[in-house]
């Protein structure tokens, strides 16, 4: 899980998306209160619009989107209707004092509900041969 300063620049917020090939960037504070996310998506649209030079200056606070996140208890049905009603793709973990925890994508969701489906047909399997 890669973190962001607000005052940090878009470029300098680009380069390290490519380094450490993510796609994301959690905006923290005070070293790890999260404030906000800002994704390869909001830096390419927000270079765009400006279309100028001064586009480069831009700071990570100017274009990051709102946070939304879930706890790291929260269920699995109540992270995905997160997902699913605000549309996000990425989504930001935090334990109970706030505090960031990781990231969870909707690829990450995606996997996890295929391999509970494996596990579910496995089963199912095993129970049809035994009869």
């Known amino acids: ?3 962001a300063d ?13 380094e450490e090939n993510v796609g994301d960037l959690v905006v923290v504070e005070d070293g790890a209160r999260p ?12 270079a765009l619009a ?7 200056a831009l700071r ?10 879930a706890y790291e208890d929260d269920p699995v049905e109540t992270v995905l209707a997160v997902l699913r009603t605000r549309k996000i793709r ?8 706030g505090a960031l ?18 596990d579910a047909a496995a089963v199912i399997e095993r ?5």
């Open 90 to 97: 990425r989504l930001p973990i935090i334990d109970r004092s």
């Open 35 to 46: 404030i906000g996310i800002v994704t390869d998506r909001d830096l390419v649209a927000s």
């Open 6 to 18: 607000r005052d940090e620049t878009v470029v300098d917020a680009a380069r390290r998306l490519a």
């Open 1 to 3: 899980m890669i973190t």
């Open 60 to 69: 990570v606070g100017e274009i990051m989107s709102e946070l939304v996140t």
């Open 101 to 118: 925890q990781g990231i969870l994508t909707l690829d990450d969701m995606v996997g996890w509900i295929r391999e509970q489906l494996d």
């Open 50 to 56: 400006c279309g100028t030079p001064e586009a480069l």
């Open 127 to 131: 129970q049809t041969e035994a009869r």
